[in-house]
Each structure stands twice: as C-alpha cells, then as structure tokens.
T-cell receptor, first 113, second 116 residues
Framework: DQQVKQNSPSLSVQEGRISILNCDYT??????FLWYKKYPAEGPTFLIS?????DKNEDGRFTVFLNKSAKHLSLHIVPSQPGDSAVYFC????????????FGTGTRLQVFP | DVKVTQSSRYLVKRTGEKVFLECVQD?????MFWYRQDPGLGLRLIYF???????EKGDIPEGYSVSREKKERFSLILESASTNQTSMYLC???????????????FGPGTRLTVL
C-alpha cells in the first residue's frame, strides 16, 4: 500500500515558467517531508524539506508547501531551468529525527527551452 | 562532502547466481540503507542497518539479505538471483537521529543489476 503518492509520472514545463510537483500521503502521523532530485546515472540528492509545524519553506527558486488537512504537499520551482530536468521524489517520515524515509513514486520533470 | 560509493555501476548475472552488492560511506554515518528503484514504484526500502551487525527489514526484504561487519560498509546479498530482481539498487547513509540533524539520507550512484 503506497503511503506516499506522486500521481503525475511526468511533467513538461517551458524554461522560465513555474514547475509544480505534487505529492499526497495517507498517514496523518507523518511529521516531516523531504524532496529529493535524481539525475540519470546518479543517486538522489536532497533538495528541500519541511516540518509539519510549517506550511511553507523556501530555498532560492524552490518552495515547498504543506497542506496537512489535505495531506498534500507540493514543490514549486520558479523560474524553471533546463538543469532542473530530473526525477523528483517526495519522502515522508514520522519525525525529523527518525531513521526511515518513505518515498513516493517520483515525477519526471522536463524543462524545455 | 559525504561520499557513498557502490562497487559496480552495471552488473549482469544469471538466474540462480549469488550476487553481492557493496556500499561504502566515508562520513562515519551510523545508518545505512538499501533501496531498489523501479519505474512506477519509486524507491522501496529493502533493508537498513543502524549499527554494526544490526539490521532491520524494510518493506521488501524477501530474496535479500545484508551484512554490516564494519561501520562504513553495507552489503546487499541476493542469495539466488531471479529475473524479478532486475532493478536499480541504491545505497544510502545518514547520521543517527538525536544528534541534532535532520534525517537526510545521502545516496550512492546506484547499481543497475540485470538478471538473465
């Protein structure tokens, strides 16, 4: 049973526009959420995270929004750049300081010129 | 910079072979993890270890075992490889919670295993 879901397997966005990647989760006990980015032939790398006590966290062009009542989070990339083309995974955990992460299925973002 | 290395980038094995995937991290992390990545299924946890000689099953441990004899090294073993174990295998490491850091995991580049 997939506890963390990314319902869009792929997304295509023009350079300079906003990319919005979505993630839904089913377990209300999740307390901490992360986004990872993965290029082909490389391992995922950490991008940004958010605690459940916040509804927004921003880091440069990347912003993560959390809607706890809807069990939904989203990653906004503004402006999108061709180098952002990658697979994005959201992940959840039961606390910011627990060992395990539960990953979503991933969304492949393509940013075209 | 944390570095997680995996012994092979590509591996081709035959059904029934015993397969060893090796992972080494150089940042003295307590936790190490093995995932597999499959299209449409994301990253699924096979096993993880929070200390030397300690291990816990993840979500899909069947057909796999692990070994952690030294802190920096975590091995994934396929006792008798099957075609449904063809996948991308990713190793990760992290600090143990409670040290004031978030549970960010650092990943290796992955091993693409094909079982024929």
């Amino acid at each position: 049973d997939q506890q963390v879901k990314q319902n869009s397997p792929s997304l295509s966005v023009q350079e300079g526009r906003i990319s919005i990647l979505n993630c839904d989760y089913t377990n209300s006990m999740f307390d901490y959420f992360l986004w990872y980015k993965k290029y082909p032939a490389e391992g995922p790398t950490f991008l940004i995270s958010i605690s459940s006590i916040k509804d927004k966290n921003e880091d440069g062009r990347f912003t993560v929004f959390l809607n706890k009542s809807a069990k939904h989070l989203s990653l906004h990339i503004v402006p999108s750049q061709p180098g952002d083309s990658a697979v994005y995974f959201c992940a959840a955990s039961f606390s910011w300081n627990t060992d395990k992460l539960i990953f979503g299925t991933g969304t492949r973002l393509q940013v075209f010129p | 910079d944390v570095k997680v290395t995996q012994s092979s980038r590509y591996l081709v094995k035959r059904t029934g072979e015993k397969v060893f995937l090796e992972c080494v991290q150089d940042m003295d992390h307590e936790n190490m993890f093995w995932y597999r990545q499959d299209p449409g299924l994301g990253l699924r946890l096979i096993y993880f270890s929070y200390d030397v000689k300690m291990k816990e099953k993840g979500d899909i441990p069947e057909g796999y075992s692990v070994s952690r004899e030294k802190k920096e090294r975590f091995s994934l073993i396929l006792e008798s490889a099957s075609t449904n174990q063809t996948s991308m295998y990713l190793c990760a490491s992290s600090l143990h919670p409670g040290q004031g850091v978030r549970n960010e995991q650092f990943f290796g580049p992955g091993t693409r295993l094909t079982v024929l």
